[in-house]
């Protein structure tokens, strides 16, 4: 079996953050009652001071400001499933697992119509809360440890955080270069092992 990540892997960008910005342009009161505090969680997150699990669950809350979220998750895949990487389209399989940080609101769509199974972080819209785990870092393999996943042939990641997973495949390989760019994982030294860290850390504590 194969695994992916979903945002810059198989896809050039941060599919959440940019179906944001499709909901904003389709409902402008988002610039009023959402956007100001969006940017403000991403300004902490980029220097450090919000980790990626709570800005994630305060990013995206404007689910829950659109009423109709779901035709507008099947419009956006209408006009941008041509994105996705023609590397992985030439092989793709029917046993391919896509494992996400985003939600799965968003991800199950292009899974489906991909034709391949997925894992994402599930997000309650109406209370605003994690479901579950946030599919982030060590915790995606941990699910598939926790789920008797068939063994990982390969495994491919634009993120040093999914080292984790990485570690778990008989292969895994890094991409690059908004999902163009496919090469092995990088050597686990010293110096990327710190990097490895910083990147894991950074996801799941406050940096004060």
Same mark, same amino acid.
């Given at each position: ?11 050039? =960008? ?71 990487? =023609? ?14 940080? =985003?939600? =799965? ?52 990641s634009d993120s040093l955080s999914d080292t984790p997973i990485a570690l778990c495949s008989e292969k895994a390989h890094f991409v690059s270069n908004r999902a163009t760019k496919v090469s092995d994982w990088p050597k686990l030294d010293s110096k990327t092992m710190k990097k ?13």
């Amino acid at each position: 079996m194969n695994v992916y990540d979903f945002d810059g892997t198989i896809y050039p =960008s941060n599919c959440t953050i940019e179906f944001c910005l499709w909901c904003v342009s389709r409902h402008p009161k988002l610039l009023f009652t959402f956007i100001p505090k969006a940017t403000k969680y991403l300004f902490l997150n980029r220097i450090g001071k919000m980790p990626e699990c709570l800005f994630y669950r305060k990013f995206l809350c404007f689910l829950g400001m659109i009423d109709d979220v779901e035709e507008q998750i099947e419009r956006y895949w209408d006009k941008n499933e041509k994105k996705i990487a =023609s590397w992985y389209l030439a092989q793709k399989k029917d046993d391919d697992l896509i494992i996400s940080a =985003s939600p =799965s609101c968003i991800i199950n769509s292009i899974a489906k119509r991909l034709g391949v199974k997925c894992v994402a972080t599930e997000y309650n819209i109406e209370y605003g809360v994690f479901i579950d785990n946030f599919m982030y870092a060590k915790e995606k393999s941990r699910y598939m440890i926790d789920h008797d996943f068939p063994v990982i042939d390969n495994f491919y990641s634009d993120s040093l955080s999914d080292t984790p997973i990485a570690l778990c495949s008989e292969k895994a390989h890094f991409v690059s270069n908004r999902a163009t760019k496919v090469s092995d994982w990088p050597k686990l030294d010293s110096k990327t092992m710190k990097k490895v860290k910083e990147r894991i850390d950074t996801g799941w504590k406050y940096h004060l």
